[in-house]
């Protein structure tokens, strides 16, 4: 059985008993906050999703307002249900995608409950937003976000929709070459027409799905595509931009998001280590983090940061269950040579460690020149190839990519 929680105003309280009553009989257990501890609920890193009644009342509730920023900011899909009328300018309804906004304000008639139904059931059932995250740099959020995925589509035909976060664009140049990525910024086919709202350089919501540019041409195993980076993100990054554009921006990117989610088995989020309005972005629509971890020192804490930051932006206690730590690099003969095992000691440290000892995954990647070396231009023609699962026989890299791309689908919910 599929299960929704509702917030609704206390004047909407009888619809919500009925839409309840009426949702049950197609299969969906819906329970309204207001007869459960909400802060619990809320606290869930089950699959949920908020079904909202709105209303004038509804407006004016701080609890549903309340309830709203939460499931915003926890990667919950929401089921918008208009039950009176509203200003299609309030809070909101700006707050909240007007395409998927589903209308009772002729009643509830048993079309409009399985639509409901449909709507909830579609949100449950999306692939998982994973994102690589980690305060410290250099630790190979790229890198793996493209091979250790790679290795998801080739051997387990996951559909993957990369979304690149980064200003810097490094998994955009991962895959494509300057040519192409040049082309892509010249058509405005880049991440920056999501975040952008006005001039030519926006694209309308209803179109952002044709953003994503297709990376697998060859194997033919469905989708493997790339929404491209774009240095102008940087304008989101620094003080440029106004907040009432940034909250737009925030608004259309989570629309994207749902948009791939609905086509997608994971849409991975490359970002930058960084704490920004894009890690904001990024970790408010994740339901799952991935953080790379090298041998060395300091690197716990980065991770410490991760967990402070990804806390303050969901405004609630974390957990390790929706995060896994990827040791990245083990095995370097260059850095054994010099005494000691870095690989052992960076294990015990963080499996000791109060918070992520529990997601730290058993398979580590090792260090290997596959992963150090850039792709070349040779590669353009088919991006899949630039990435080591699709080249060269290194058993043992291969076998850690895809034991690690399994653990993390499995860990995101996705599998
Ligand atoms: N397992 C590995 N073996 C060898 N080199 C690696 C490995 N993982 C990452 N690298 C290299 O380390 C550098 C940083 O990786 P990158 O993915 O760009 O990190 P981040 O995105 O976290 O900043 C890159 O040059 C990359 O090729
Ligand atoms: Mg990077």
Redesign the pocket.
């Known amino acids: 059985m599929v299960l929704a929680y509702l917030t609704c105003s206390p004047n909407d309280r009888d619809q919500a008993r009925q839409l309840a009553a009426g949702l049950s009989a197609d299969g969906v257990r819906v329970e309204l906050l207001d007869d459960v501890d909400d802060e619990g609920a809320m606290a869930s890193t089950e699959r949920r999703c908020l079904v909202a009644l709105i209303s004038p009342a509804a407006e004016r509730s701080e609890r549903v307002r309340k309830h709203l920023t939460r499931a915003l900011n926890n990667a919950w899909p929401i089921v918008p249900v208009q039950v009176s009328a509203t200003d299609t300018s309030s809070w909101l309804r700006l707050m909240l995608p007007a395409e998927s906004e589903i209308d009772m304000l002729q009643g509830m008639t048993r079309e409009s409950l399985t639509l409901t139904a449909e709507a909830i059931r579609s949100a449950s059932s999306a692939g998982r937003v994973i994102a690589?995250l980690?305060i410290?740099?250099?630790?190979?959020?790229?890198?793996?976000a493209a091979n250790v995925f790679a290795a998801a589509h080739l051997l387990s035909r996951c559909r993957v929709a990369f979304v690149d976060l980064?200003p810097q664009s490094?998994l955009s140049q991962y895959f494509l070459s300057p040519a192409e990525r040049n082309r892509l910024r010249q058509k405005n086919q880049t991440i920056f027409s999501v975040f952008s709202s006005r001039g030519e350089s926006a694209c309308a919501r209803a179109d952002f799905s044709q953003l994503l540019t297709p990376l697998n041409r060859k194997f033919g195993l469905g989708s493997f595509d790339l929404l491209a980076g774009d240095d102008r993100l940087f304008e989101f990054t620094l003080d440029l931009r106004a907040p009432p554009e940034k909250d737009a921006a925030f608004s259309r990117f989570h629309a994207l998001i749902a948009d791939l989610k609905a086509r997608y088995d994971a849409v991975v989020l490359?970002t930058n280590?960084c704490a920004t309005f894009l890690t904001r972005c990024a970790v408010t629509a994740a339901e799952h983090i991935v953080a790379?971890v090298r041998p060395e020192q300091y690197s716990l804490s980065g991770l410490n940061l991760l967990e402070f930051v990804t806390r303050q932006i969901r405004e609630r206690p974390v957990r390790p269950a929706e995060f896994t730590i990827l040791l990245?690099?083990v095995g370097d003969r260059v850095r054994l040579r010099n005494g000691g095992d870095p690989d052992a000691l960076i294990r015990q440290e963080i499996n000791q460690a109060p918070f992520f000892g529990a997601s730290l995954l058993e398979t580590a990647?090792?260090?290997?020149?596959l992963?150090?070396?850039?792709p070349t231009q040779r590669f353009a023609a088919n991006p899949i190839n630039a990435t080591a699962i699709a080249r060269f026989s290194q058993r043992a890299l291969k076998e850690s990519l895809a034991s690690a791309a399994q653990a993390i689908l499995r860990r995101a919910g996705a599998l």
């Open positions: 690589m980690n410290k740099g250099g630790v190979g959020k790229t890198v793996l980064d490094n490359d280590p790379p990245n690099g990647i090792p260090y290997s020149g992963l150090r070396a850039a």
